[in-house]
């Protein structure tokens, strides 16, 4: 919820301003799972699933946002045969949604409205404080560009399948026999004792000569490339910079002042004194104290006075316990709903707030009254002067699309001079980092590396950067991904050769050094023959932080052992090196909580469950009719 305290209120720490809003039947479950119009067909359709159409346009945006990612994470284009692989399971994620949407549609799931506005309330999006805000709710749909119907309609279609899912997962449960094996094997110890063998100790003093670094350099390029560039030039358009160019007259002004005078209006206003008594840790007593002084200013005593003797607000106590003049919303609940049914001169309490216990004296009533033109004239101009540069900023972006699709060598200074746009270049734009004033956009991105603007030498947009900022951009320079000097990564590859000699011989001791226990020799006459250090023996958990993950993951992974047959591994590790690894015993846990325990059968019981909404959503794929557009992701 957004608060406002007047200035009038700054030092008065009991009130507080709520407001509380809300958008009509709204929300979804954001991003791409929304089912789509079944109107949809032909060339607008991805794909059909028993009948139903989902959009072209879903997927293809879908998919846009997925390849800005790749190129942001790895600094290149998805390779040919992931791009295929990531593009069905995409178009898959679609259908499958649809499928269980269906589904608990015909299954009868609904959702009511109360729960649609409780799901409303509860997103964090929507939150400021940690409290719902219509404001917030309203700009954050502005911005993702989703009206308020569709995102209501996707949200009742995501809370739908989560209905159906939780019944699937909450329908599921395990046997006591699975329970006790599965509480056995979570419950598991087993006795383990590891070293590790660090590159350093094994890598030798052998020096590396040129050839052995260059053949590494050849055999690893692709390891030391440079990021692709490109230079830009851009033409930018800021929404204030529409606004201030935006010429309105007199007649403009009254004019829509005419049109919306019911929006500049002064709300009724009251002036009061109160007395707070706080109710800490003994409510009753603080009642009773706050009937006491009711009694004392009943009784005629001098309210200010009392005020300064008895209330708790240390903001206006000093005052006499003045407020000054307050609109209805400035008050909490009970204590407006109270001052706005007195009057004048009357007193009451005691009123409860979430701050104690309030006596209420009302001194005045300023009613409610319009604003005169000249009172409203600067807010007017502000708001008139922003909803002109809105609509004039629409236009101008449709106007410079149809320029770029009528004449596709018009060049960006002409495109600049023409619309007042302010140019600007950002000296090396990444891809997938971006750069500059510019940032790292997703969209401006995909056209900035695009082939018209790369290779075609066009310009590239118009590309909206939030709501406010309108670019367009031409390559001046293109600096493809190459390969760096091996002067520049020399010193990396002597690392990494060094590591790789190190991995190399910890590898083959660890592998020595298991087959010599297999023979019988000792944990302890092994780690002396390496030179290295190693803690005694002790049983460890599944989850024990104290091991090394690898190395706990492999002493789950081999069979269980016991004193007679222990397990030795020679375990090559992810980080470089190795590590020896001896597992003796086993045990389960006898003495285990039975919290945990309880705990551990709830997330079994919900894997188990997640397993059977799996396998429910497979049948369903199964049985269904699915027609797919394979053209659907040729631009």
């Known amino acids: 919820m957004l608060q406002k305290i007047g200035d009038t209120l700054k030092t008065q720490t009991w009130l507080t301003y709520v407001l509380f809003g809300a958008l009509a039947l709204i929300f979804s479950a954001w991003g791409v799972y929304g089912v789509a119009n079944l109107n949809f067909g032909g060339s607008t359709s991805a794909a059909k699933v028993n009948g139903q159409t989902i959009s072209i346009e879903e997927v293809r945006q879908a998919w846009q946002q997925q390849q800005a990612q790749w190129q942001q994470r790895y600094g290149s284009d998805i390779p040919d ?11 898959e994620t679609f259908v499958r949604t649809a499928l269980m949407t269906q589904r608990a549609h015909d299954l009868g799931y609904r959702v009511s409205d109360s729960q649609l506005l409780e799901a409303v309330h509860e997103e964090p ?11 917030v709710a309203k700009a954050r749909l502005q911005q993702a560009g989703i009206t308020p119907e569709a995102f209501e309609a996707d949200l009742r279609s995501g809370l739908q399948r989560a209905q159906l899912g939780n019944s699937i997962r909450e329908s599921e449960f395990l046997t006591p026999a699975e329970l006790r094996r ?40 692709s390891q030391f490339m440079t990021a692709e560039t490109v230079r830009l030039q851009y033409a930018e358009l800021k929404l204030d910079q529409v606004a201030a160019q935006t010429q309105l007259s007199d007649a403009d002004l009254h004019d829509y002042y005419d049109k919306n005078k019911a929006h500049y209006v002064l709300p009724e206003r009251r002036r009061a004194r109160h007395i707070l008594i706080q109710s800490g840790k003994d409510d009753a007593a603080a009642l009773k104290k706050a009937q006491e002084v009711l009694a004392k200013v009943k009784a005629g005593g ?33 204590f407006a709903d109270t001052l706005f049914s007195m009057n004048v ?75 007042g746009m302010q140019l600007g270049e950002v000296s090396a734009y990444v891809r997938g980092a971006g750069g500059g004033e510019l940032g790292a956009s997703p969209e401006l991105q995909q056209i900035a590396f695009s082939d018209p603007v790369l290779a075609e030498h066009r310009v590239g947009g118009p590309v909206l950067l939030g709501e406010d900022r309108l670019v367009l951009v031409r390559a001046l320079e293109h600096h493809p991904p190459a390969p760096k000097p091996l002067a520049e990564v020399r010193d990396t590859i002597m690392a990494a050769i060094r590591k790789d000699r190190g991995t190399k011989g910890a590898i083959e001791a660890a592998q020595a050094a298991a087959k010599r226990l297999e023979g019988g020799a ?28 690898q190395i706990r993951q492999e002493t789950f992974a081999s069979p269980k052992p016991s004193p007679q047959h222990p397990i030795f591994r020679a375990l090559p590790l992810s980080t470089g090196g190795a590590a020896l690894l001896a597992v003796t015993d086993a045990r389960t846990d006898a003495a285990a909580n039975p919290q945990l325990q309880a705990a551990s059968r709830r997330q079994d019981a919900n894997q188990q469950g997640d397993l059977e909404a799996g396998e429910y959503l497979e049948q369903l794929r199964l049985n269904a009719k699915v027609q797919k557009n394979p053209q659907v992701f040729e631009q």
């Open 345 to 419: 001169n009357d007193i009451r309490g005691p009123v409860k707030s979430d701050f104690g216990y309030h006596v209420i004296q009302l001194e005045g009533i300023e009613p409610e009254k319009a604003k005169t033109f000249d009172e409203a004239r600067t807010e007017i101009e502000s708001q008139l002067r922003h909803d002109r540069a809105a609509d004039r900023f629409g236009d101008v972006q449709e106007q410079i699309q149809t320029k770029l699709e009528q004449a596709s060598g018009i060049g960006l200074d002409a495109l600049a001079k023409e619309f």
């Open 182 to 221: 599965v509480a056995s094997l979570e419950n598991e110890e087993r006795q383990v004792r590891y070293v590790m063998l660090p590159i350093e100790k094994f890598a030798g003093s052998a020096p590396i000569d040129d050839a052995a670094i260059q053949t590494y350099y050849d055999q690893h390029k």
């Open 81 to 91: 045969p992931i791009k295929a692989r990531m593009e069905d399971q995409l178009l």
């Open 522 to 549: 000792s944990f302890d006459e092994i780690v002396r023959d390496l030179g290295v250090t190693a803690e005694p023996a002790h049983f460890t958990g599944r989850n024990d932080p104290s091991v090394p993950a």
């Open 125 to 135: 999006a929507f939150q400021l404080d940690g409290k719902y805000s219509a404001e």
């Open 302 to 334: 001098d309210f200010a006075a009392l005020a300064k003797q008895y209330s708790q607000d240390e903001g206006s106590a000093g005052q006499g316990g003045e407020l000054g003049w307050l609109d209805r919303t400035t008050f909490p609940g009970a």
